[in-house]
């Protein structure tokens, strides 16, 4: 039996929110308000947990909003830094050509601990959380394991495991998502053996809608529903990518959300975990302590499901 984890991006009106420009405080309040208790009353519901990696910045500007659900057992609630910037430049292959990617991203390790501990400082001061999980914005090949720097930094400021490992090396992710034979993977040699990258394998809502469109939510849950069959007869461990933003966008009654946690209820034998309980259980385990990775690729054919 696998392991599947269900993480929030929780970004509207910030730089990952596609549509931030055209949102001003009022109108994130008001999306951010109705996703935070659509979304808990759903997951109650089924009873499957989930992590809402929030920013800082809406943080600051809807604490109440998340406050009245930190009681619900089914949610938890992890950073996703203060005003999402990536932690490092982005670089992979393209069409035969070499690009940096154009998004917002800290210059300096002192902007990068800004990031981090402010969002800390917040988190303790409006939810009484410490957080010690992050998603990183956007994301990288092979995450953070190259700057051994940034992480002394995230370890010092209390993170323990993230996901930032998502890109495949040669080609966007938006065309061709980091595949599920990579295993969430410690950083040892780097002087961080407790510090676990969770990666971000498959479609996620986003990355789907900008290769297929945003009208093609049925196909991304088919997609989701084979993947999760996979996961039920592996070892693997899947940590979905969902965004505020886009749920809302496709319906502000979180339809896909509900018809993935009805089918696993109904169809599936999954372990499902918050990504807190998830490192809990992952750091004892020898694929961790032994950096161990995977072989064997998983692909479907995509536009079967369109």
């Not at 993935?260 to 259980?281: P, R």
């Amino acid at each position: 039996m696998g392991m599947f984890l269900i993480g929030y991006d929780v970004e509207c009106g910030t730089p990952g929110d596609h549509f931030h420009a055209s949102k001003n405080v009022e109108m994130v309040q008001k999306e951010t308000e109705k996703f935070v208790s659509t979304a808990s009353a759903i997951h109650e519901s089924y009873k499957i947990p989930a992590t809402f990696f929030i920013c800082g910045d809406l943080l600051s500007k809807t604490s109440d909003i998340f406050k009245a659900h930190v009681e619900n057992p089914y949610l938890d609630f992890q950073q996703h830094t203060w005003s999402h910037k990536s932690l490092k430049p982005a670089v992979v292959t393209h069409n035969g050509r070499v690009d940096l990617f154009d998004w917002p991203t800290a210059v300096t390790l002192d902007e990068i601990r800004w990031e981090i501990g402010e969002t800390n400082k917040l988190f303790k001061e409006k939810l009484g959380i410490t957080c010690r999980g992050l998603s990183t914005p956007f994301a990288y090949f092979m995450g953070l394991a190259d700057r051994p720097d940034i992480l002394k930094i995230l370890h010092e400021e209390g993170i323990e495991y993230f996901r930032s490992f998502h890109l495949n090396k040669e080609e966007l992710s938006i065309r061709e998502p980091l595949p599920f034979e990579y295993h969430p993977f410690s950083h040892p040699t780097q002087g961080f053996p407790t510090m676990i990258d969770f990666c971000i394998k498959g479609y996620s809502d986003v990355t789907w809608a900008l290769r297929f469109g945003w009208d093609a939510a049925d196909g991304f849950v088919s997609y989701i529903k084979q993947a999760l069959h996979l996961i039920e007869t592996s070892d693997y461990v899947w940590t979905l990518v969902l965004h505020d933003w886009s749920m809302m966008k496709i319906s502000d009654s979180l339809a896909v959300v509900d018809e993935i946690l009805h089918y696993i209820t109904k169809n599936l034998d999954l372990e499902v975990l918050t990504f807190d309980s998830a490192y809990d259980k992952l750091l004892k385990s020898p694929m961790i302590a032994q950096n161990m990775g995977r072989t064997v690729d998983w692909k479907i054919n995509v536009n079967k499901l369109l």
